[in-house]
């Protein structure tokens, strides 16, 4: 199955050979973040985000346009007022006439999967309910294989809220491609979801789970910090504790390889200690920057082929 | 009276000759309302929307950058910090300086026309006040005269809010350039007010009013449906039993012609059941995707000529 | 230094050559003003605009566009949602890998000079603090050298509220580059500040401060008219007071030169009577027009030089 007019709804879509075809694409693409290649010039990319995200739709936009195309579409505060009535099909068909190809974020789990069933032109998830951000995933993905060259034989660590982050559940999946052993980071609570872990299970992947950075420091290749909110705790005062044990800061990382990469989907409020930002471990910013090229990649595959 | 430079503000402005040039257009433009065609390059279109509208805003954008054009503008958010100083005057002069072409919407009965007066640059009514929808309306008999070859002759069935929904009243108007059989199917307290009454009567147009579907049904050609909304009703239980009688559903079809074709502006609530929508009687989709190749017309002929 | 790569943070950055460059230029640029100049295809502008600005952003991007740029960013609105909690430094970070230039808008003092420090590609301040704005001020000197070729000579009033007035600061700064007599015209209550009377003393301009406009009308050549809010003072009748003797109208200018030429940098509340528009001294809305050929001849400079 090849990328051309290819949905792309879950990160369990894509097999090894779609991601190495991906990642080659994204590099090549590198040289042209920074300019501009015209290759689908007049082609409108719909930008439908019921959720906001400055990030990931500024990112999809930027990459549109440095492939010479044009962007419309609405963000969060159009969309609650579409809320009101609208069916979510209805808009999607509204879209799906005025565009060639659909950007949709949205709070309910399977959405995407709903657009891209009534649309006839490719839909690209940007992230909906609390287990699908596969753009998210392909781009962190795409980072540790441009900073090691591979990912198989990495030691990857993911520390944070591995229960409703919505990226870890897809670079999880998405690494379950490569020979990696993943290291789970976690207050009690926020463990992950018996699916994940049967799906860790049915892939034989080798992962471990852990309360303490401290317990696997000293192995990891790769720190994956994700943002542990306010609202899945109760309790005001458990929450300040736990937030406090899994803040990650120079002094944390000590101990931590020389190689040591951290990354961080981005934004961040305080789990990333900014001043781990100018140390050798942070590389959170390169991988937000590698998001131009891999969306660009991932827009020229699916409007042009490979 | 040419359509270079015209602004489009009423209806009323509007006769066959004009409509039938409008439509020929927008059947050429459908070839390109996929693709590109490069004939507005560099052109700049200013979109100010003092009320919100995703559906009509998004097909004029769409339009535009199929046509090689750009757009700025703003939505009804930053209209509404903008309203608590700026005139409406001093706005349009911004704009009338900033771009080519002015598409304006408003609650406000005749700000379009207002704008047209102060702004040097083309204006576009995209809805203002209770009685003007214009290119809502030419999309509307485009669909129509795309559907059948031909306006005269059919009997056309307008059932709903006759009284407040905007675009009804520039149906009509655009409506009176054909040989058209009227049927105008409401709730007492949203018939048709006495100016629109009187204008039909002015122009020989052939009407009549009726409370409900069943007595006109089995002679309509078209169907078109606008929403009862409920500020409209003093009593809530009022308005629930009205609403429900005047839903179009498969049932309430039954009797109907087999080319019959539904229309609706969009966005619907329930007022159109979605079951309707695989029947062979719904046709509200392809008219909203006319949107682009009808827009693309406008501002084709506005802005280059014919 | 010339301007190529340069960030515009102050008006005190800039010395009288590089105005005279810019004027130039944007002179130049007045012949592509309603129409295009491909000159920066491909290159991203992005908006990050922290507080709204309608009439700012618009011109940016409206200037942006004819240069055959692309545009992308937020609004105050997204900006709101993200202020929860991303630093200044991570979004600039984030805009800094996806643009070629950011154009800034923030409340805080400064902000546009932390930005420039975090980014990689140039900085456009477009208002930050009560101090700061400087492009308006330029496209202000600008109209200025335009209506009369010059500037040295000139008599300039300024009125209104000279002390929390964010453009007041910058376009005393641009003419201490040139040989000008300045009158001050405010409340007591918003005389200038303390470091702005310094900075005209050390530049050894010309000035004087007054609390009517009658005292100086006659030998004006600019009036340059800023807003006086309400909310700088705690006295309700205090403000109205205020306000009702410092609105210009055609009765206040009475006894005006015939060349006089009043300016306002807009939007405007009533501080400048609508009657005066049609007058022979209205220049604000060829000010305001003057906004796309000076931000066109700004990021022209900056993005490829002189």
Redesign the interface.
């Known amino acids: 199955m090849g990328w051309l007019n290819r949905d792309v709804i879950s990160a369990l879509d894509f097999n090894r050979e779609d991601l190495v075809t991906l990642f080659n694409e994204a590099r090549e693409m590198e040289k042209y973040a920074?300019?501009?290649l015209?290759i689908l010039?007049?082609k409108?990319m719909?930008t439908a985000f019921f959720e906001?995200s400055?990030?990931t739709r500024?990112?999809f936009?930027?990459a549109m346009?440095?492939l010479?195309g044009?962007?419309?579409?609405?963000?969060?505060?159009?969309a609650s007022?579409?809320a009101k009535?609208?069916?979510l099909?209805?808009?999607i068909?509204?879209?799906d006439?005025?565009?060639?190809i659909i950007v949709i974020r949205h709070s309910l789990e399977g959405a995407a999967k709903y657009a891209a069933e009534i649309a006839t032109v490719p839909v690209i998830n940007a992230g909906d309910g609390t287990q699908n951000h596969p753009t998210q995933a392909m781009l962190d993905a795409y980072t540790i294989w441009r900073e090691f060259e591979r990912i198989d034989g990495l030691t990857i660590g993911v520390l944070g809220d591995l229960r409703y982050a919505r990226v870890v559940v897809s670079l999880i999946q998405l690494l379950s491609n490569f020979n990696v052993k993943l290291r789970l980071i976690s207050p009690e609570l926020l463990r992950p979801r018996r699916e994940l872990i049967d799906f860790m299970n049915s892939r034989g992947m080798s992962y471990s789970m852990h309360s303490n950075l401290s317990e696997v420091l000293s192995e990891l290749d790769v720190l994956y910090v994700v943002r542990i909110q306010r609202e899945r705790f109760p309790d005001p005062v458990e929450y300040e504790r736990v937030r406090g044990s899994f803040r990650v800061t120079p002094e944390t990382l000590a101990g931590a390889r020389d190689t040591l990469i951290v990354l961080h989907p981005?934004?961040?409020?305080d789990e990333v200690d900014?001043r781990l930002d100018s140390t050798k471990y942070a590389r959170y910013?390169r991988q937000?920057?590698l998001?131009?090229p891999l969306r660009m990649a991932l827009l020229k595959l699916i409007l042009k082929g490979e």
């Not at 044009?70 to 159009?78: A, D, M, N, Q, T």
């Not at 006439?97 to 060639?100: A, E, L, N, Q, W």
């Not at 981005?266 to 409020?269: A, G, K, M």
């Open positions: 920074r300019s501009r015209n010039e007049g409108i719909a906001p400055t990030r500024l990112s936009e930027a346009i440095r010479g044009h962007v419309l579409g609405f963000g969060s505060v159009e007022s579409m009535g609208e069916s099909g209805d808009t068909r509204m879209l006439s005025y565009s060639d981005l934004p961040r409020v900014h910013f937000s920057a998001g131009i």
